[in-house]
């Protein structure tokens, strides 16, 4: 049975929970539908959105075949209000594939459902969902869309590069202060420097609502070592606690499976090199903390933590140079799952002169080397990067507000 790819964003979601497994479905779901119609639960759901009635499979406890939650119910607006004995969620955005069913209801539904469980589909297993439209009708309207969340590769490999990206700098720094944590729910990673960005907590789940609590200990935790930090988050409950709004970043991403794009001109007698001495690694550090406009105490831990990080071989740093001047820089960052482009720097005298393309090149090259078909980087709101990385080829897959805490978010986009 053929389906559609479709990108559908976020929604909230109220109904009634049955918590089953393909075993006893059968039997389950038609006593908890009767009973959904019979208390007349769609008249109980506040904020709904339209009249369609969803029903959401959901809190898989592994794939298909183990227990999840099926829930009837309608999409709303918002969340705020959940009537006792019903349950409220998430739908988070996602890549769908999206099946129309075709002849009798249920049979339709049936074959589709079919059709899922034996195509190689690369089922995420969050949320997958039935629409039953409100002008539903089994024998006159029986048409119904069942939509199963897939992996994004583009959004897997922006997510993953994110990580890996963190975590090396983390695990790999030589610094007092550095420290990787991570549970269920996020990540907490300290680069250990002197310098917002270095150091936070990304969510793995970036719409969860955060608790005083853990901001709380989490304030202490950054405090306690006077470090500076961002939460990779949505939750502007930390407007409460002290944080500032610090932008939205963009995560792209570039398919290199058909090869690598050409590169564009640049300045004549301009190399990019890979860093491999500790000269080379100290002007790469002196030019990247000049155009990210660090402070000297963090300029001095910068080279410290890159030098940590090219001795643990998941970061490679590269520099551009015209005859024995640097005037660029770009880290490629890599681990057996993702590739992705960081510290590309430029020198303002050397701006819009193929610097950065160049440098771009280099990292696409050593990914291509080995075997990554996907690099991803994330950019600042766009300005002269994006312009750079959108004539390579790379396409916009996401975006990750943040919130900056111990430094203001004017200082961070120097």
């Not at 009249?51 to 794939?63: K, N, S």
């Not at 690694?281 to 406009?293: G, P, R, T």
């Amino acid at each position: 049975m053929d389906y559609k790819v479709e990108v559908q964003k976020q929604k909230y979601f109220i109904g009634l929970e049955l918590r089953t497994n393909n075993d006893e479905c059968s039997t389950a779901m038609p006593i908890h539908k009767d009973r959904f119609f019979r208390e007349d639960t769609v008249s109980k759901i506040p904020n709904k959105v339209g009249g369609d009635i969803l029903a959401l499979y959901t809190d898989y406890e592994g794939d298909f075949s183990k227990p999840y939650s099926w829930i009837l119910g309608c999409e709303v607006s918002s969340l705020d209000e959940v009537p006792d004995g019903l349950v409220g969620k998430v739908i988070p955005e996602s890549k769908y594939a999206v099946y129309t069913t075709e002849g009798e209801f249920p049979q339709g539904l049936i074959a589709a459902w079919t059709s899922v469980w034996t195509t190689p589909l690369p089922r995420l297993y969050t949320c997958d969902f039935e629409i039953y439209p409100s002008d539903f009708d089994p024998v006159r309207n029986p048409k119904v869309k069942l939509c199963i969340a897939i992996k994004d590769a583009s959004l897997e490999a922006v997510l993953q590069g994110r990580y890996d990206a963190f975590r090396s700098y983390s695990v790999n720094s030589p610094l007092p202060n550095a420290d990787f944590q991570e549970t269920e729910e996020k990540c907490v990673y300290s680069w250990g420097i002197d310098y917002a960005v270095g150091n936070g907590v990304i969510e793995k789940t970036p719409d969860r609502k955060l608790s005083d609590q853990e901001i709380e200990q989490t304030i202490l935790h950054f405090s306690s070592h006077n470090l500076p930090f961002i939460w990779w988050s949505s939750d502007k409950v930390l407007e409460e606690k002290g944080f500032q709004f610090g932008g939205i970043l963009t995560g792209i991403s570039l398919d290199l499976s058909q090869g690598i794009p050409p590169q564009p001109a640049s300045l004549p007698g301009l190399k990019v090199q890979v860093v491999e001495s500790k000269p080379i690694l100290k002007a790469f550090a002196e030019l990247s903390a000049d155009v990210y406009a660090m402070n000297p105490k963090a300029a001095k831990e910068w080279f410290a933590l890159n030098e940590g990080a090219m001795k643990g071989q998941e970061q490679i740093h590269f520099v551009a140079c015209l005859e024995d001047e640097v005037v660029g820089t770009a880290t490629l960052s890599v681990s057996p799952d993702s590739a992705g482009i960081w510290n590309l720097a430029t020198s303002p005298d050397h701006r819009k002169q193929g610097v950065g393309a160049a440098l771009v090149q280099a990292a696409l090259l050593e990914a291509k080397k080995r075997d990554h078909d996907k690099v991803m980087a994330i950019l600042m709101p766009k300005g002269m990067a994006w312009g750079l990385f959108t004539k390579l080829g790379f396409k916009e897959v996401c975006e990750f507000p943040f919130y900056v805490y111990g430094v203001s978010a004017e200082e961070l986009e120097k």
